[in-house]
C-alpha cells in the first residue's frame, strides 16, 4: 500500500507538471515549435536578451560584436576582438548552441527554454517540500498555476530571463542544501551559485541568505552538524570566487564603475517616491494578485511553521527564507525593483501554504472522513486552481509582426551591413530594442519629431542611436582585473544616444505601415516628398512596411532636397 502511495504521488505529481506545460505552452508560444515572427517577446528586455543570443549565433562567440556595429569593414575586423560582453553569457551560450543544432529561430529558443527553466522550479519546489513531507508537496502544486495567469506570466513575457534563470539554480541550491550531504557537495554547491551569480548577481546574494538561515537553524537545534555545514559552505564561498571572480571583475569594472547598485539604504515609501514619483510601477506584486486565496495562505502558512516547528526540521530555513524574501521590499536596506521582482515567483516560492490547507484538510479527512483520498483532495484543489486561470489565451504576438520581420530578413539580405538606417516613428518603437532585430546602425524617430518633419529641411533632430559596442560591451582594458578601467569614460564618449542628423546621411529609410492613421499620413508625405525630388526610390513594400533608398547622398541630396 505504501508503494503505491509513492506511485501515485508520482504521477499525479506528472499530470499536474503535463497540465501546467500545455497551458502556459498555449500562453506563451500558442503551442507553436516555430514561428515566422518572434512570438512570446513582449518588451525591451526580452529583445535585448534575444539579441545577445543571436549575436552570439551569428559571431559563434559572445565576446564578439557585430559588424554592423562598426562603420566599415575595416574598423571591424581592427576592433571587434577587442572587447568582453558585460551581458550574462549563459542564456546565450544554451539558446544560440540549441538554435544552431535545431535549426530553430533563436527567439523561438529563448522563450521555449525559458518556459521550461519555470515549468522545473516547479517541480524543485516539489522536491523540496517532499524532503520533508510528499503529501505537502503534491497539495502544494495547484497553487503554482496562478503563475500562468495575471502579472506573473509577464516576467517571461516581458524578458526578465535572467532573472528567471538565476532563480533555477537558486531552487537548485536550495535543493542540494536539504538533501543528504556527500563529500563534495559543496563543488557542485559552488557551481550553482556561480551560475546564479552570473545569469543574474541578485540571486547569489539569496543563496547566501537561504544558506545563513539553514546555517542558523542547524545552529540552534543541531550544533555539531553546524559546524560541518559551516566549514562546507567556507569552502563553497571560496570556490564561487574563484569560479565566478572573471565575471565578478567584468561587474565591478562596468556596473560597478557607474555606480550602478541594487542595494538601497532607503525605506520602501522613499524607493517608491524617488523612482516612481510616488506611485507604484504597474509591474510590482503585492499580496491581493491572490484574490481569494490570502486569506487561506496566511493560514496556511502558520500552520506549516507549527508542524515544523514541533517536528525541529530543517524545512524551517526555507520557510523563513519565503517569508523574508515576501517582506524584503520593505527592509531598510532594500533591492529596489528587484524585491518585488523576486514576487513574480510567489505562485511557485508560496505553494507551501496552499499544501499546507490540502494537509490540514488531509490530516481531518484521515481522521474522521476516512473514505476521503489524498487523491480526490488533490483533484480538488487542482480543479479549482484551474476553474480561475482557464481559458489561458495566447498572448505572445504583438511587437514584431509578419510583414516587419519579412522586412528585416530583406535588410540582411539585400543590403550592406555597414549602412544608416532612417527609422520613421511607429509607436512599437517605444521598445526599441526589438528594432535590433534588424542587424544596422538605426537612427530612430520620436513621437516629439514627427509634427516637426519639414518637406522643405533636410535635418531630423534628436534622433535616437543605440550602440551596440557601448550598450553591451566593455573594452578588454577597461575589464581587465590590473590596471584602471576607462568604461565610464567609455561609455560617455561613445554613446551620443540622441543625435541630429540630415535625411541626405542615411542610405535607407525604413517605415512601418503599422501604425496610427495620422502618423501613417506624414510619414508616408516626408517619404513621397524624397521620392519627387528624386533623392529616394522604394526598394521594398510589403504592405505592412516600406524601405526606401537614398539614391543620392551628401551635397547632391541637400541641393535636390531644397528644390
Known amino acids: 500500500m505504501k508503494a503505491f502511495k509513492l506511485e501515485s504521488s508520482k504521477i499525479l505529481l506528472l499530470v499536474f507538471i503535463t497540465v501546467f506545460m500545455f497551458l502556459g505552452a498555449g500562453k506563451a508560444f500558442d503551442h507553436k515549435i516555430t514561428h515566422s515572427s518572434p512570438t512570446g517577446l513582449m518588451a525591451s528586455d526580452a529583445f535585448t536578451h534575444d539579441w545577445v543570443s543571436q549575436n552570439t549565433l551569428d559571431n559563434g562567440y559572445f565576446n564578439k560584436p557585430p559588424e554592423y556595429s562598426f562603420g566599415s569593414n575595416e574598423e571591424y575586423l581592427q576592433e571587434s576582438e577587442n572587447y568582453k560582453l558585460f551581458h550574462s553569457p549563459i542564456l546565450p551560450f544554451i539558446t544560440s548552441s540549441i538554435s544552431r543544432i535545431a535549426g530553430l529561430n533563436v527567439y523561438d529558443v529563448d522563450v521555449i527554454v525559458i518556459f521550461c527553466l519555470i515549468s522545473l522550479m516547479v517541480l524543485l519546489s516539489y522536491f523540496i517540500l517532499a524532503k520533508f513531507n510528499e503529501t505537502l508537496a503534491l497539495f502544494s502544486l495547484p497553487l503554482s498555476l496562478l503563475f500562468l495567469q495575471r502579472k506573473f506570466f509577464i516576467s517571461l513575457t516581458w524578458g526578465w530571463w535572467n532573472f528567471l534563470i538565476a532563480e533555477f539554480f537558486l531552487f537548485a541550491v536550495i535543493l542540494l542544501i536539504l538533501g543528504n550531504s556527500s563529500k563534495h557537495r559543496y563543488i557542485l554547491n559552488a557551481i550553482l551559485i556561480s551560475a546564479a551569480f552570473i545569469s543574474h548577481g541578485m540571486e547569489a546574494g539569496y543563496a547566501a541568505i537561504f544558506i545563513a538561515f539553514y546555517l542558523a537553524f542547524n545552529f540552534f537545534f543541531d550544533r555539531k552538524e553546524f559546524f560541518k555545514l559551516f566549514i562546507e559552505q567556507i569552502k563553497s564561498l571560496l570556490l564561487v570566487i574563484l569560479f565566478g571572480g572573471y565575471y565578478l571583475i567584468i561587474l565591478f569594472k562596468t556596473m560597478g564603475s557607474m555606480g550602478y547598485s541594487q542595494v538601497r539604504f532607503m525605506s520602501n515609501a522613499e524607493f517608491i517616491e524617488k523612482a516612481y514619483n510616488g506611485v507604484p510601477a504597474n509591474y ?171 518637406l522643405s529641411n533636410d535635418k531630423m533632430t534628436e534622433l535616437i542611436n543605440p550602440h551596440m559596442t557601448v550598450d553591451f560591451f566593455c573594452k578588454k582594458e577597461d575589464c581587465s582585473l590590473l590596471g584602471e578601467s576607462n568604461f565610464l569614460k567609455f561609455r560617455e564618449e561613445g554613446e551620443d544616444y540622441y543625435e541630429n542628423r540630415s535625411i541626405c546621411f542615411f542610405d535607407y529609410i525604413y517605415m512601418s505601415l503599422r501604425n496610427y492613421e495620422e502618423i501613417n499620413k506624414i510619414n508616408a508625405a516626408y517619404l513621397q516628398n524624397l521620392i519627387d525630388k528624386n533623392i529616394s526610390s522604394i526598394v521594398f513594400n510589403n504592405g505592412g512596411a516600406v524601405i526606401a533608398k537614398n539614391t543620392v547622398k551628401g551635397e547632391e541630396c541637400e541641393r535636390r532636397f531644397r528644390h
Request: charged letters at 10%; proline letters at 4%; glycine letters at 4%.
Open 284 to 454: 510590482f506584486i503585492y499580496f491581493n494578485e491572490f484574490i481569494n486565496f490570502r486569506f487561506l495562505l496566511v493560514i496556511g502558512c502558520l500552520i506549516l511553521l507549527y508542524i515544523l516547528w514541533q517536528k525541529k526540521n530543517q524545512l524551517i530555513a526555507f520557510w523563513l527564507f519565503v517569508i523574508f524574501m515576501s517582506f524584503s521590499p520593505y527592509l531598510y536596506v532594500v533591492a529596489g525593483e528587484r524585491g518585488y521582482q523576486w514576487r513574480f515567483l510567489w505562485p511557485i516560492f508560496l505553494s507551501f501554504a496552499f499544501g499546507a490547507i490540502g494537509l490540514a484538510a488531509h490530516y481531518f479527512a484521515k481522521n474522521y472522513l476516512r473514505k476521503i483520498s489524498k487523491i480526490l483532495i488533490f483533484a480538488v484543489m487542482f480543479a479549482s486552481l484551474l476553474i480561475i486561470v482557464y481559458p489561458l489565451q495566447f498572448q505572445g504576438a504583438g511587437v514584431v509582426g509578419d510583414t516587419e520581420y519579412d522586412s528585416y530578413r530583406w535588410m540582411h539580405e539585400n543590403t550592406d551591413p555597414y549602412s544608416n538606417f532612417l527609422v520613421m516613428y511607429a509607436p512599437q518603437n517605444s521598445q526599441i530594442t526589438s528594432l535590433y532585430m534588424m542587424k544596422r546602425n538605426i537612427f530612430v524617430s520620436r513621437p516629439e519629431i514627427v509634427n516637426t518633419l519639414n
